[in-house]
């Protein structure tokens, strides 16, 4: 089956710093890749959709100068949460789908903390 | 709008049958997904159903009704491992996943 990774499964950062988390799918090729975050005891909130080589596309209420994305290959993404505050705690998901198939293969998350 | 309606929270007894419900509006559709969440993981993939009718894999079941916008889960012969979050998401018209806020499955002994 189709496997996707995230990099690192947990982080722990001073507030004001940038964090980077990669996503990767290893076994197939992402044209479209999406980060959800998830609070605890709340379902997944999507954040934005990235295809390859493209400007992400962000849910309303998502700063996109706050959670950068970059899409540049058709196998990594990556989401940068830039000066980061502890309201931005949570559990980050991400998730990619290939040209061919409708489903959304999940990476394992990663559980953001910023003191 | 664009709604998926699912319990909150339910309740079974390890070997039982539970049959977790999932009411579906959105513009467009092609497929309903369920997942399974355990606390403090990632979803996993259960069940994708583009068709009417059941589809049965070991324990758990789908089923879709497109006429009614309506699925639903089937857990049989449950276990503990079974007590996690139930999640129904449907494939909206620009393939974009429309999620419901999940149904927690508590299993008891």
Same mark, same amino acid.
């Given at each position: !089956?189709?496997?996707?990774?995230? =990099?690192?499964?947990?982080?722990?950062?001073?507030? !004001?710093?940038?964090?980077?988390?990669?996503?990767?799918?290893?076994?197939?090729? &992402?044209?479209?890749?999406?980060?959800?975050?998830?609070?605890?005891?709340?379902?997944?909130?999507?954040?934005?959709?990235?295809?390859? !080589?493209?400007? &992400?596309?962000?849910?309303?209420?998502?700063?996109?100068?706050?959670?950068?994305?970059? =899409? &540049?290959?058709?196998?990594?993404?990556?989401?940068?949460?830039?000066? &980061? =505050?502890?309201?931005?705690?949570?559990?980050?998901?991400?998730?990619?789908?290939?040209?061919? !198939?409708?489903?959304?293969?999940?990476?394992?998350?990663?559980?953001?903390?910023?003191? | *709008?664009?709604?998926?309606?699912?319990?909150?929270?339910?309740? @079974?007894?390890? *070997?039982?049958?539970?049959?977790?419900?999932?009411?579906?509006?959105?513009?467009?559709?092609?497929?309903?997904?369920?997942?399974?969440?355990?606390? *403090?993981?990632?979803?996993?993939?259960?069940? %994708?159903?583009?068709?009417?009718?059941?589809?049965?894999?070991?324990?758990?079941?789908?089923?879709?009704?497109?006429?009614?916008?309506?699925?639903?889960?089937?857990?049989?012969?449950?276990?503990?491992?079974?007590?996690?979050?139930?999640?129904? @998401?449907?494939?909206?018209?620009? %393939?974009?996943?429309?999620?419901? @806020? *999940?149904?927690?499955?508590?299993?008891?002994?």
């Amino acid at each position: !089956g189709a496997v996707v990774s995230q =990099h690192p499964s947990w982080v722990i950062c001073k507030s !004001g710093t940038s964090v980077k988390i990669e996503c990767r799918s290893l076994d197939f090729q &992402a044209t479209t890749m999406f980060w959800y975050r998830q609070f605890p005891k709340q379902s997944l909130m999507l954040m934005a959709t990235s295809n390859e !080589g493209s400007k &992400a596309t962000y849910e309303q209420g998502v700063e996109k100068d706050k959670f950068l994305i970059n =899409h &540049a290959s058709l196998t990594l993404s990556t989401l940068t949460v830039t000066s &980061a =505050h502890p309201e931005d705690s949570s559990f980050y998901i991400c998730s990619a789908r290939s040209l061919a !198939g409708n489903e959304q293969f999940f990476g394992p998350g990663t559980r953001l903390t910023v003191l | *709008g664009q709604n998926i309606d699912q319990p909150t929270e339910m309740t @079974a007894t390890e *070997g039982a049958i539970v049959q977790i419900n999932c009411t579906y509006q959105t513009s467009g559709f092609n497929g309903l997904f369920w997942y399974q969440q355990h606390a *403090g993981e990632a979803p996993t993939f259960l069940s %994708y159903n583009v068709l009417d009718g059941l589809e049965e894999k070991g324990r758990f079941s789908s089923f879709l009704s497109r006429s009614k916008g309506y699925s639903y889960l089937l857990l049989k012969e449950l276990q503990m491992k079974d007590s996690a979050s139930y999640l129904c @998401a449907v494939s909206d018209s620009n %393939y974009q996943l429309i999620w419901g @806020a *999940g149904t927690k499955l508590i299993i008891k002994p």
